[in-house]
């Protein structure tokens, strides 16, 4: 069964960082853009930043673009999503996306439509 497993989430303070990882099973990520996007609770998902299978990086939410990097590791059929200096605000759960049809970015990463069970990250003091 093809699917995309996210971790990496906790609780962290003000100012701290985590690494996100997106993994693959059933199929390789490799051809294939890879997005991310969150969801805090009472709000509406937002769309954060997408990689191509080409390695070029689309930014989608200018409020995260200076601390969050977006990479893979094909060899590892997992994508990464490094936050710095998080704030309260982060706190929500995080999802990856990906589709089959996309070897590019979409104009939303809500075009891609397979999608993993989310990871949750607290940030709080």
């Known amino acids: 069964q093809s699917q995309l497993v996210e971790s990496g989430g906790g609780l962290v303070h003000p100012g701290e960082s985590l690494k996100l990882s997106c993994v693959a099973s059933?199929?390789?990520?490799?051809?294939?853009?890879v997005g991310w996007f969150r969801q805090a609770p009472g709000k509406e998902r937002e769309e954060i930043v997408c990689?191509?299978?080409?390695?070029?990086?689309?930014n989608y939410a200018d409020s995260v673009k200076d601390r969050f990097t977006i990479s893979r590791d094909n060899t590892k059929n997992t994508v990464f999503l490094s936050m710095n200096t998080l704030k309260p605000v982060d706190t929500a759960v995080y999802y990856c996306?990906?589709?089959?049809?996309?070897?590019?970015?979409?104009?939303?990463?809500?075009?891609?439509?397979?999608w993993g069970q989310g990871t949750q990250v607290t940030v709080s003091s």
């Open positions: 059933g199929f390789t990520l490799d051809a294939y853009a």
């Open positions: 996306a990906t589709d089959r049809r996309n070897a590019a970015c979409p104009s939303s990463v809500f075009d891609l439509l397979t």
């Open positions: 990689i191509s299978s080409s390695g070029y990086i689309k």
